[in-house]
């Protein structure tokens, strides 16, 4: 179930720029339409949707600031007239894209993100939802995401301006996230009573770490696999990987020993779990060894437990690998200066639009990507589906 992200040899690719044929974003155009835009009518030059779309195509070509924005509309204006010419007209400007993000609701609009995304990603059974929070750089913003392990889609996310909760906003989000037959995953900050106990209530399953926040629980956890009991049944599952120059060795172990869950009496555990992971680099060896707790109903066990909670462990951190970093280091939101109000999520929702809509349509190299795009913005318009609902305009 938890196979690697399609990702073909170049010469079986269909393009330079995704690794198979993508089915055009049909339904975003529309999806904006229905954000509710907090400007009054009187001297609006610019529909909302239209600003948001403007601001998606740029950042998809690399343009990631409120002038970068304006110059993209101002270079590529000749190209949207030929080939989309229902966005075309008068172009937003840096002031215009800075006043819209920095008043936006930010809350109604992550609903509606967030309730297209979901509709337009396909979840497998007992894929894995990694939970997460990241925090804005040079802001009180921290921001708690959903993140699909196999879709590499966002969700849901949702904002706090004060540290620490994250715990708060964390089971608010996953209300918004149908939560039967697939598996939470977190760290051991989400390793909390009351969040364990309502994904119990919403048939799910969750896979979180523990450590000193729950002291007596990791400690009863260590324990029983440092000491089994005469036969207590452990599942065992190893990987190696080697990459340059570095070995990774992880050996997860499994238990379901009746006895073990309860005493420990946590809300809906199925299993727990020890993993030791040991990595060697320049002949120097480091192990650290983390345990955890587990629910994994029967009807999303399809294959051996070990090895379900190994890949669940591992896909958790692709909130990391595949939005924070790509974020951060290919959209550039740890340098960015946009810090006016609600501006700063506006745009952390922009970006993880983007990074959804890349993952869903196979993008093979996002820097590759927005250069190709940047080029030939014409595949871009095909590939958010503008072409196709172009078409459906001129027939209106």
């Given at each position: 179930?938890?196979?690697q992200?399609?990702?073909l040899?170049?010469?079986?690719?269909?393009?330079?720029?995704?690794?198979?044929?993508?089915?055009?974003?049909?339904?975003?155009?529309?999806t904006?339409?229905?954000?509710?835009?907090?400007?009054?009518?009187?001297?609006?030059?610019?529909?909302?949707?239209?600003?948001?779309?403007?601001a998606?195509?740029?950042?998809?070509?690399?343009?990631?600031?409120?002038?970068?924005?304006?110059?993209?509309?101002?270079?590529?204006?000749?190209?949207?007239?030929?080939?989309?010419?229902?966005?075309?007209?008068?172009?937003?400007?840096?002031?215009?894209?800075?006043?819209?993000?920095?008043?936006?609701?930010?809350?109604?609009?992550?609903?509606?993100?967030?309730?297209?995304?979901?509709?337009?990603?396909?979840?497998?059974?007992?894929?894995?939802?990694?939970?997460?929070?990241?925090?804005?750089?040079?802001?009180?913003?921290?921001?708690?995401?959903?993140?699909?392990?196999?879709?590499?889609?966002?969700?849901?996310?949702?904002?706090?301006?004060?540290k620490?909760?994250?715990?708060?906003?964390?089971?608010?989000?996953?209300?918004?996230?149908?939560?039967?037959?697939?598996?939470?995953?977190?760290?051991?900050?989400?390793?909390?009573?009351?969040?364990?106990?309502?994904?119990?209530?919403?048939?799910?399953g969750?896979?979180?770490r523990?450590?000193?926040?729950?002291?007596?629980?990791?400690?009863?956890?260590?324990?029983?696999?440092?000491?089994?009991?005469?036969?207590?049944?452990?599942q065992?599952?190893?990987?190696?990987?080697?990459?340059?120059?570095?070995?990774?060795?992880?050996?997860?172990?499994?238990?379901?020993?009746?006895?073990?869950?309860?005493?420990?009496?946590?809300?809906?555990?199925?299993?727990?779990?020890?993993?030791?992971?040991?990595?060697?680099?320049?002949?120097?060896?480091?192990?650290?060894?983390?345990?955890?707790?587990?629910?994994?109903?029967?009807?999303?066990?399809?294959?051996?437990?070990?090895?379900?909670?190994?890949?669940?462990?591992?896909?958790?951190?692709?909130?990391?690998?595949?939005?924070?970093?790509?974020?951060?280091?290919?959209?550039?939101?740890?340098?960015?200066?946009?810090?006016?109000?609600?501006?700063?999520?506006?745009?952390?929702?922009?970006?993880?639009?983007?990074?959804?809509?890349?993952?869903?349509?196979?993008v093979?190299?996002?820097?590759?990507?927005?250069?190709?795009?940047?080029?030939?913005?014409?595949?871009?318009?095909?590939?958010?589906?503008?072409?196709?609902?172009q078409?459906?305009?001129?027939?209106?």
């Open positions: 179930m938890y196979s992200y399609i990702v040899p170049r010469g079986l690719s269909y393009s330079s720029v995704f690794s198979v044929k993508p089915e055009p974003v049909m339904t975003l155009w529309y904006l339409h229905t954000v509710a835009d907090h400007r009054r009518g009187q001297g609006r030059r610019h529909d909302l949707a239209t600003v948001l779309t403007l998606i195509l740029a950042l998809c070509s690399g343009h990631t600031s409120y002038l970068a924005m304006q110059e993209w509309c101002v270079n590529y204006q000749q190209r949207i007239k030929e080939q989309i010419p229902f966005l075309a007209g008068h172009m937003p400007n840096s002031a215009t894209f800075y006043r819209v993000f920095a008043n936006l609701d930010v809350i109604a609009f992550e609903e509606v993100i967030g309730n297209w995304l979901q509709a337009i990603t396909p979840l497998e059974k007992g894929e894995g939802i990694g939970l997460d929070g990241k925090s804005l750089h040079g802001t009180n913003l921290h921001l708690v995401s959903a993140f699909a392990h196999l879709a590499r889609t966002v969700l849901f996310e949702q904002g706090t301006d004060t620490g909760k994250e715990l708060v906003v964390g089971p608010k989000v996953l209300t918004h996230i149908t939560l039967k037959d697939h598996v939470v995953t977190g760290d051991a900050l989400f390793a909390q009573r009351t969040l364990c106990e309502q994904i119990e209530k919403a048939k799910g969750y896979v979180f523990v450590k000193g926040n729950q002291d007596t629980l990791e400690n009863n956890i260590r324990l029983f696999f440092t000491d089994p009991p005469f036969q207590a049944k452990i065992e599952q190893t990987t190696v990987d080697r990459w340059k120059g570095v070995k990774e060795e992880r050996v997860v172990r499994v238990s379901d020993d009746p006895q073990l869950l309860s005493y420990l009496s946590w809300p809906g555990v199925t299993h727990v779990w020890e993993m030791t992971k040991t990595v060697t680099k320049d002949k120097v060896t480091t192990t650290i060894v983390s345990v955890g707790i587990s629910r994994i109903p029967v009807l999303i066990q399809e294959e051996e437990i070990a090895e379900q909670i190994s890949g669940l462990i591992r896909g958790h951190w692709g909130i990391e690998n595949r939005l924070h970093r790509q974020r951060d280091v290919v959209l550039h939101e740890d340098k960015s200066t946009i810090r006016k109000g609600h501006a700063p999520q506006t745009m952390a929702i922009l970006k993880n639009i983007v990074t959804s809509i890349f993952h869903r349509g196979t093979r190299n996002f820097k590759s990507a927005m250069r190709k795009f940047a080029a030939d913005p014409e595949e871009l318009f095909h590939f958010l589906g503008l072409v196709e609902a078409k459906a305009y001129v027939y209106a």
